[in-house]
């Protein structure tokens, strides 16, 4: 009598580039897990929170800025660098600011809470990537120096209903 019954290696043991791949494959999802939750939130490389990173302008040259309100009124005209944009709990005030080529606009948190700010449109911010500032924390700041005339819209990305526009003259 024949014996017909096939040797097995053991029952449902895997080639050893199998058990390789299954250790990448879940040690890049928990890579990525890590990634995701712990590090990306950290604002990037140009996050202002302690007043590191900044991102700086060539040359800085003090030209006249008219702001408006969130209704479209003249607000004043400012005899300075850089004009400033507060984040409260209500949103961006000024909601639309107006100013010249050059001029650098700075952010301040006073929203209580973590905020960003990135670029129109929600939740991609393809629009304007240099505005993709990140995340400040509540007292806060970030600043931009816009050179290039154009309108920049922008957002908090975790309250994407409070948003603002940057028009460049």
Not at 94 to 105: C, M, N, R, W
Request: glycine share 12%; proline share 6%; aromatic share 12%.
């Amino acid at each position: 009598m024949a014996d017909t019954t096939e040797k097995q290696s053991g029952y449902g043991k895997r080639p050893l580039w199998q058990w390789v791949v299954i250790y990448l494959v879940v040690g890049g999802i928990i890579y990525a897990g890590v990634y995701y939750f712990f590090l990306a939130k950290k604002g990037g490389y140009n996050s202002n929170q302690q007043g590191q990173y900044q991102m700086q302008p060539y040359g800085q040259k003090q030209i006249d800025t008219s702001t408006t309100t969130s209704q479209g009124k003249p607000n004043q005209v400012m005899q300075q660098a850089q004009v400033n944009v507060t984040l409260t709990a209500n949103g961006f005030s000024p909601a639309t600011l107006t100013i010249k080529a050059g001029k650098k606009v700075t952010w301040e948190n006073k929203s209580g809470s973590t905020a960003t700010v990135n670029s129109n449109p929600h939740p991609v911010h393809t629009a304007y990537p240099p505005l993709n500032l990140g995340n400040f924390s509540d007292g806060g700041t970030l600043s931009l120096t816009f050179d290039k005339p154009g309108t920049y819209g922008y957002h908090n990305h975790l309250n994407p209903s409070q948003s603002g526009t940057i028009v460049v003259q």
